[in-house]
Each structure stands twice: as C-alpha cells, then as structure tokens.
Antibody, heavy 122, light 108 residues
C-alpha cells in the first residue's frame, strides 16, 4: 500500500535551519509530483511547495519562497524540504503529500504522510 | 479564497450533514476537493472534481456544485464521520492550491 513517512521535525531557534525528509513506498515514485503542506491551528492547511516527477520543476508558496527548498531522490523514493531562516510563524505540522495526477502537477493530494511537527522558538 | 460554512455543525448520528464551500472566484474545471481530518491524523481525500468520490469512500459522502458554490453532503452521520472537513481548490492553469478554513462536524 502507499506509504509516506516524514521525519526531521523538532524544536529550532529562530533564524536557524531544519531539514525535513519524506520516504515513500508502495507506488512508482518517479512518476508522481510530490508536495509539502503544513498545518497550524490558526492558519489551517497551507500548501508550501511541489516538485515535478523528474525534479526539474519546483514551485513555492510566496510565504516560503527563497527560504524553503524542495528536492527529491527518485532512486530512494524520497523528498526533502530544506527550511532556512526559520521564523516563529513557521511553527506547524509539516506533511508530505502525493499529487493525484500522474506525471503532472495540479491535482489534489491523494495520499498524505502522518506529518512531522516543527516548533520555531527561542 | 475559499470560505467554508458553517464553522461548526452540531448534529446527531443519523442526521444529514450539509457543508458549504464558497470560492471568491470561479473554480476552473470544478477542480474542488474535499478532505476529512480526524484528531492526530492527516487529511484524507474524499472527493475530487467537485463530485467524484475517491476509491473506497462510502457513497454516504457526496459532492456537488460548480463555479463558486460547492457542497459536501453526508447522508447519514455515523460516529466515525464526526471530524473536520476541508475543501481545496487545486489546478495548474494557473497553479493553485488553496484550502478552506474547515468545518467541524461535532456530536450534538
């Protein structure tokens, strides 16, 4: 079955960096666009970034553009979110999710990981 | 912007639940999805394309609507249906991934 497992969350000071990973299994990873989405009690669900199936195209939400960077390793079935210059309002649960459209982006998120919590605080 | 109403719906098991999602601009191709989220769990997709149930989702869940007004209906609430429901506008022309703020369906 399809599985997505995030890791790397934790407590980090403002201005520091953190690297989140998502390891997948149960589907042909190299054929699917992958996303990062975060959730807070205040702002709800917020899409952050996507990476095309081949890694050549990446798109970001304005709120994280220039600070967060998404990458993937098709040989390992994994994606990474590098988060820099972290701010307290980046505190959230971070989910990786699969795009429901094979080989292209723009589809709804059909599978989600369990999420990894990130707290940005001094 | 997606606006969901009501914020909270207090109903009893066996009741019918009607959840609304209104978009500030027309949703292209009716690319509107619905998700269910229970405490401590990630969102689970229920509906895509406004009215298409995801495989394995029971037919008590139905989606309808077009343009800017969309509805998720749960025909007969069961205990496992009490949760928070989100709508999402998605698409690639232009790229859009916007979520509503959620409707909580709670036991009355």
């Amino acid at each position: 079955q399809v599985q997505l497992v995030e890791s790397g969350g934790g407590v980090v000071q403002p201005g520091r960096s953190l690297r989140l990973s998502c390891v997948t299994s149960g589907f042909p990873f190299k054929n699917y666009v992958m996303h990062w989405v975060r959730q807070t009690p205040d702002k709800g669900l917020e899409w952050l970034a996507l990476i095309s199936y081949d890694g050549n195209s990446k798109f970001y939400a304005d709120s994280v553009k220039g600070r967060f960077f998404i990458s993937r390793d098709n040989s390992k079935g994994s994606i990474v979110l590098e988060m820099n210059s972290l701010r307290p309002d980046d505190t959230a649960t971070y989910y990786c999710a699969r795009d429901g459209w094979m080989s292209t982006f723009g589809g709804a998120h059909d599978y989600w990981g369990q999420g990894t919590p990130v707290t940005v605080s001094s | 912007v997606l606006t969901q109403s009501p914020g909270t719906l207090s109903l009893s098991p066996g009741d019918r639940a009607t959840l609304s999602c209104r978009a500030s601009q027309s949703v292209t191709n009716n690319y509107l999805a619905w998700y269910q989220q229970k405490p401590g769990q990630p969102p689970r997709q229920l509906i895509y394309g406004a009215s298409n149930r995801v495989a394995g989702i029971p037919d008590k869940f139905s989606g309808s609507g077009s343009g800017t007004d969309f509805t998720l209906t749960i025909s007969r609430l069961e205990s496992e249906d009490f949760a928070v429901y989100y709508c999402q506008h998605y698409g690639n022309s232009p790229l859009v991934y916007t979520f509503g703020q959620g409707t909580k369906v709670e036991i009355k």
